[in-house]
């Protein structure tokens, strides 16, 4: 007996990376940044939290505006969402009627939100190397999104590559989810005025240390815009706390704390990504805020368990084409140490 919908009972939910007391766990295992917010941004959700009183700003002007012009976009291009997932899920809800298509191996939510919105929805294998061949997409219709750098392979797609794609499709909606893009190599944002196809996605989740602030954002045509508040407008006008715009504004004013944040993430990665090479892993050359790798002396099963029974939380995906990986997270370089000497003694306990 269910009081459920029909059309909801074959619904699979996204699986969330678990949230663990930080005191007993070093977690690595959700992208996370693992340095707090700039004391200003604290400072500002304490001053926001004395109007809690009253609605949220529905303009989201606090966030809005700054945002607008670090992007180099008009605000009438910018569209706020409580996390990318609320943006993703507008578009996966409005914007997919001929379909959509995206990799095998990418963002979960992806498919959860194909199920939930019963879209028609393609899955499109990514190489043998994991990586993304848009050419791939050609023969098919409708929306196509894909995550760049992609999750969780951290492999990133050039620019020219992507541009080549959407000029081919003027009549197929492009949606290029950047939420690791800061750490990585150029946003298609300043492409937005050259093709009315193309939605970028973006997050203050992950190089801004706001990812329990839950905010988001999506920057495409003013025309393609409208149509999402549309749907904003008559589910949730007020879906951006006044906390969360007083954090998203205050964060804004603090770029040079964000960028040696991001450039410390990026050193610590490629320390990390030596230290795992030098311990036998195989990896791939991740651009993002974390990296994929597999050892071929363990199974991910195993070395998830064995990290987790050192109070080392990572990711470990049972899918089939990355059960024997582990995405894991860059924390600081302390972290990572104390990562690479679990590692190191659990692979000598398997060779013993
Ligand atoms: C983390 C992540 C998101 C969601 O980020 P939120 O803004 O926290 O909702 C979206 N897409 C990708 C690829 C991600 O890794």
Redesign the pocket.
């Given at each position: 007996m269910t009081f459920l919908n029909q059309k909801f009972q074959e619904l699979v939910p996204y699986t969330p990376g678990e949230q663990v007391d930080e005191e007993s766990f070093i977690k690595l295992n959700t992208?996370e940044s693992p340095y707090p917010p700039a004391p200003s941004v604290q400072a500002a959700v304490a001053e926001a939290s004395q109007t809690l009183n009253r609605y949220s700003d529905i303009a989201v002007e606090a966030v809005a505006k700054p945002l607008a012009e670090y992007l180099g976009v008009e605000q009438n291009q910018l569209f706020l969402g409580n996390?990318?997932?609320e943006v993703?899920s507008y578009l996966f809800q409005g914007f997919t009627e001929k379909g959509i298509a995206f990799p095998d191996v990418t963002?979960g939510f992806y498919q959860v939100y194909s199920g939930l919105y019963h879209v028609d929805a393609t899955v499109v294998p990514l190489k043998e190397d994991f990586s993304l061949e848009l050419t791939d997409y050609d023969a098919l219709s409708g929306t196509v999104i894909f995550?760049n750098p992609n999750?969780p392979t951290g492999i990133y797609l050039s620019q020219t590559e992507i541009c080549a794609f959407i000029e081919k499709h003027p009549e197929r909606l492009v949606i290029v989810?950047e939420?690791y893009i800061d750490f990585s190599g150029e946003s298609m944002v300043s492409l937005i005025n050259r093709y009315k196809n193309l939605l970028v996605v973006g997050?203050f989740?992950?190089s801004r240390q706001l990812?329990g602030a839950?905010l988001?954002f999506g920057v495409g045509n003013a025309a393609l815009i409208a149509d999402m508040n549309r749907l904003r407008f008559s589910l949730n006008p007020y879906n951006i706390n006044s906390l969360t715009q007083a954090a998203g504004g205050a964060v804004l004013q603090e770029q040079a704390y964000v960028n040696e944040k991001i450039q410390e993430t990026i050193q610590v990665r490629e320390w990390t990504k030596q230290e795992l090479t030098a311990l036998g892993f195989e990896q791939t050359d991740s651009q993002g805020n974390f990296l994929f790798a597999r050892h071929p002396k363990m199974a991910g099963e195993a070395l998830f368990q064995a990290l987790r029974e050192r109070k080392i939380l990572v990711r470990w995906f049972n899918q089939p084409r990355t059960k024997e990986y582990l995405r894991i997270t860059v924390g600081t370089q302390e972290q990572m140490e104390q990562l690479a000497a679990a590692l190191r003694s659990i692979l000598e306990e398997v060779k013993a």
């Open positions: 992208n996390g990318s997932d993703l963002y995550a999750a989810d939420a997050t989740s992950k990812a839950r988001g």
